[in-house]
């Protein structure tokens, strides 16, 4: 059996999928890009496909993984291929490596999130940013399942800072940039708890709906205080060996003179 770990996005007006509809656009594009997926086994036998940490329901993101078992081995460049002409534009594949190692959940400790504030003076968030940063503590509530609960969000914030306006904006508008890196922490801190932690320390509260995209998910490496590329082991290990179940004709033996 073969795994492909794959990443995708969520671009534009397709940010307001949820999970469950990149589920189904999914399952559609494996049929009909006759993927021969392996099964679970038991009475409802579904295709075996795993889900890592996908982002909340409007937000876009440039960095979504998940893996899939196949019951036969095949080139991962051809099958991303396959699979992106599949999907709807907006769900975009674009990346696929072959698994060579475990534990890829255990690889995705951090995002890289930016925070697009139209109507926002860009020196705004540059001092928003410098409060939240500067507080020991950040505190929001959040509704859950069970209720109103309260929690930090300073201690999950690795980096924060605002970004020059971006060059598509309107020239009579403010539009600022924010940058930050947030682990992934229990409670999960997601881009709106921090925003709530900025109306908190800094007033700053943007006047329509904040643009949000996960540019990157991986593990944090604390000396360069930067996010991984999570599927970077896997294609060190690709390279370090052939592909699963992969036999051409010029690693055949040759054969013999004729008798």
């Known amino acids: 059996m073969q795994r492909i770990r794959l990443r995708y996005t969520k671009r534009g007006r397709l940010r307001f999928t949820s999970h469950r509809d990149f589920q189904r656009a999914f399952e559609r594009a494996l049929r009909r890009s006759e993927v021969p997926m392996a099964y679970s086994a038991g009475f409802t036998p579904h295709p075996r496909v795993s889900y890592a940490n996908a982002a909340p329901t409007g ?146 509260a943007p006047p329509v709906p904040v643009a949000v995209t996960r540019l990157a998910q991986g593990l944090f490496d604390e000396e360069s205080g930067t996010v991984t590329d999570p599927l970077a082991p896997d294609r060190e290990a690709v390279t370090a060996a052939p592909p699963t179940g992969s036999v051409t004709a010029d690693a055949k033996a040759p054969e013999g003179p004729a008798a």
């Open 59 to 204: 937000t876009g993101s440039e960095a979504e993984y998940l893996e899939i078992a196949l019951a036969e081995p095949r080139d991962p460049a051809k099958l991303r291929e396959l699979l992106d002409e599949s999907m709807p534009v907006g769900l975009d594949i674009i990346d696929a490596v072959e698994a060579r190692t475990s534990g890829l959940a255990d690889r995705l400790t951090a995002s890289v999130w930016e925070l697009r504030l139209d109507g926002v003076e860009p020196a705004d968030a540059e001092r928003a940013a410098a409060a939240f940063l500067a507080a020991e503590a950040v505190e929001v509530q959040r509704r859950t399942k069970n209720g109103m609960r309260t929690f930090d969000t300073r201690g999950a914030v690795v980096s924060l800072e605002a970004l020059p306006a971006p060059v598509d904006r309107p020239l009579d508008t403010a539009c600022a940039i924010l940058r930050l890196v947030v682990r992934h922490l229990t409670p999960a801190v997601r881009p709106d708890d921090v925003l709530s932690g900025l109306r908190a320390v800094a007033d700053l």
